[in-house]
Structures are given as C-alpha cells and as structure tokens.
C-alpha cells in the first residue's frame, strides 16, 4: 500500500529524498538509520522535528529502507510529504528561579528511558540559547559533548536542538505561553525540556512587570527545585 506523508521535518525530507538507506525499527514507533533516529508520528498527532507523520508502524528489529522519494517497509510505502518548519516562534520570555548553574557532562545520559531526563534539560537549555540569544556556539559545544555518551534519540533530538527545532507541544509555549501541551509530554520529557528553556533565557526583569503563569518544578535530574516563570514579550 502506498500513501503520502502528511508532514515530515526538515533533515528528514532530506533523508527520504536522498540515496536509499537501510533502517532498523527500535520499537516505540522509532527507527534508527546510523545514529539519526526518525520518529513516526501518528496522523494529527504533535509533531517531531524528525519525524515522518504517517500511519506507517515499524516492530522493533523490522527492516525497511528510506531514500529515493519514500520509506519502504515490506508492503507499505511512504512517500515523501510537505514539510514542516519545526522552529517555533517566540513570543515569551522564560525565568527560572532560583537561575542555577548545572554541569552539561553529569546530564548527559542521565536517567532512563528513551530520552533520559538529564538530556531532555539540555534539549530546551540547547534550544533556548540559540531561540532567545542566537548562542550557536553553546549549542554546538554541547551537541558535541554528547556524542555517543546518549541515546541515539537524544543526540537526534540535541542536534535539531541546536538548529532550534523542537516537539510541536513546545511551539504552544513560546508562541503563547500555553505550557499544558509541553507539561504533558511524555512521562517527565517536557517538564525537563520547560526548565532547559527557562535556564537558557535568563529573562531580564526590566523586560514585563509581573509573569502570567508560573510553574514549580521538582524532581528534574541533576537540577534543583525550581520555579519557572513565563512572561509575554510586548508586542509579539
């Protein structure tokens, strides 16, 4: 059976127009090809920067081959779809507090899970420093303090990080200032990834007087109980 992606991300496209590849399932709607891991993405469900929006769902260990316009497996295949820009547009600012300094080397990999904890923090600290202060350099340096010491999910996930791609249930929080998606993202991903953001903005205070939500936050590996609290950009 054939059908057409509904949306893909960016490098993803890339991939799927590019020469064929093999890929192997992982389980959890995941495959891996290399160390790049491409998320499928049920229909209407929150995007992933590398993700494939489409029915399609591999077993773990399943071979199938991307490349050459499409994502074969067996007797299905996927075309290639229209392309989602997974940067958000930012129209808060963030403040964490109190703003502590945490060590990059001892959250790498820290925690269970698919996405360890520890990296689901340097996923929105890496973001927000190039979102709110276009910090590439920062970025990189983490993107590459974490080679092969993750998951192959996290260092896919910190590298569209470090070009400021990120889950759709985190574009309602910088555009908005809505956090209930985020907050509900996985089992403690997007609280993690919350606290990331709001360690890298460092809001001024001269920048609004008083904040329109904020959030405790607790039991974040290798972070501190913290508040976080979310203010509109004028303007935006």
């Known amino acids: 059976m054939t059908t057409r992606a509904l949306s893909s991300g960016v490098l993803v496209d890339r ?3 590019g020469p064929t590849t093999t890929a192997i399932g992982l ?7 290399g160390r790049y891991v491409v998320s499928l993405t049920p229909p209407g469900s929150p995007r ?4 494939i929006e489409c029915a399609l769902v591999l077993g773990r260990g ?5 490349g050459d316009g499409a994502l074969r497996a067996d007797n299905a295949r996927v075309l290639t779809g229209p392309v989602w820009d997974s940067r958000p547009t930012v129209g808060v600012l963030l403040e964490a507090s109190p703003l502590q300094h945490f060590d990059v080397d001892a959250l790498i990999g820290a925690g269970p899970g698919l996405t360890p904890q520890g990296d689901d923090v340097l996923i929105g600290f890496v973001a927000g420093r190039v979102l709110f202060h276009d910090d590439v350099m920062t970025a990189r340096r983490i993107l590459l303090a974490s080679a092969g010491k993750t998951t192959a999910l ?3 996930l910190l590298l569209h990080a470090a070009r400021s791609e990120l889950p759709e249930q985190a574009h309602d929080l910088l555009a908005t200032g809505v956090a209930d998606r985020l ?3 996985g089992h403690s991903s997007g609280k993690a990834m919350l606290l990331g953001l709001a360690l890298a903005c460092r809001r001024s205070p ?6 329109a939500e904020e959030f405790p936050l607790d039991g974040v ?12 950009v004028a303007g935006a």
């Not at 992933?48 to 993700?51: E, H, I, L, S, V």
């Open 221 to 232: 590996e290798g972070i501190q109980s913290t508040v976080v609290r979310i203010y509109p």
């Open 62 to 66: 399943q071979e199938a081959v991307i």
């Open 27 to 33: 389980g959890h709607r995941h495959l891996r090809v």
């Open 206 to 211: 001269r920048s609004s007087t008083r904040p």
């Open 183 to 185: 907050l509900s993202f």
């Open 15 to 17: 991939l799927m127009r």
């Open 154 to 156: 996290s260092e896919t």
């Open 48 to 51: 992933m920067p590398n993700g």
